[in-house]
T-cell receptor, first 113, second 112 residues
Framework: EAGVTQFPSHSVIEKGQTVTLRCDPISGHDNLYWYRRVMGKEIKFLLHFVKESKQDESGMPNNRFLAERTGGTYSTLKVQPAELEDSGVYFC???????????FGPGTRLTVL | GQQLNQSPQSMFIQEGEDVSMNCTSSSIFNTWLWYKQDPGEGPVLLIALYKAGELTSNGRLTAQFGTTRKDSFLNISASIPSDVGIYFCASLQRGGSEKLVFGKGTKLTVNP
């Protein structure tokens, strides 16, 4: 069974540019989560999808961040326009609807210059 | 929001030594989880604890759920070089989204 995959693995962009991160959850996992770790800090929750619906987006920093999960399969997280403080590692995780165990992807390291 | 205070921040040990790290919180949690992150990978669940006082082992790893439900520790016995990585404590914040709350992590370096 393939794990959670994320693309790209690294992204270096300039302040003001747009970046779109993609997450492919484990097949059959209805729950999809986005988290972010800023250097030296804890991993923080951003938002949670159940299928294509946003269950909780209380962790989204501001309206420069837009997450979608059209069709309830893969998800994208767009940052527009990117700011310096958006740098960090963005993790995606997925889980089955009936379990607590979340499986994490390898993350996308975003660097905003 | 709820915070998990994890210590130590980093550890440098010799191969074969035992390691201990812990997490505390001012809030009560019903679940304690321990994850490990290898370089270039995402966090992987090592041990899950669901009951106060519970002591659970996974190979050379042992974790306990504190009786006050506000703390947990993770021990690694007879460390080996592949134990290198960042260890995170975490808990489930229930109430709709069941999102994870993480500690800041303990970076472990094992010298052969």
């Amino acid at each position: 069974e393939a794990g959670v995959t994320q693309f790209p693995s690294h992204s270096v962009i300039e302040k003001g540019q747009t970046v779109t991160l993609r997450c492919d959850p484990i097949s059959g996992h209805d729950n999809l989560y986005w988290y972010r770790r800023v250097m030296g800090k804890e991993i923080k929750f951003l938002l949670h999808f159940v299928k294509e619906s946003k269950q909780d987006e209380s962790g989204m920093p501001n309206n420069r961040f837009l997450a979608e999960r059209t069709g309830g399969t893969y998800s994208t997280l767009k940052v527009q326009p990117a700011e310096l403080e958006d740098s960090g590692v963005y993790f995606c995780a997925s889980s089955r609807i009936d379990t607590d165990t979340q499986y994490f992807g390898p993350g996308t390291r975003l660097t905003v210059l | 929001g709820q915070q998990l205070n994890q210590s130590p921040q980093s550890m440098f040990i010799q191969e074969g030594e035992d390691v201990s790290m812990n997490c505390t919180s001012s809030s009560i949690f019903n679940t304690w989880l321990w994850y490990k992150q290898d370089p270039g990978e995402g966090p992987v669940l090592l041990i899950a604890l669901y009951k106060a006082g519970e002591l659970t082992s996974n190979g050379r790893l042992t974790a306990q759920f504190g009786t006050t439900r506000k703390d947990s520790f993770l021990n690694i016995s007879a460390s080996i070089p592949s134990d290198v990585g960042i260890y995170f404590c975490a808990s489930l914040q229930r109430g709709g989204s069941e999102k994870l709350v993480f500690g800041k992590g303990t970076k472990l370096t094992v010298n052969p």
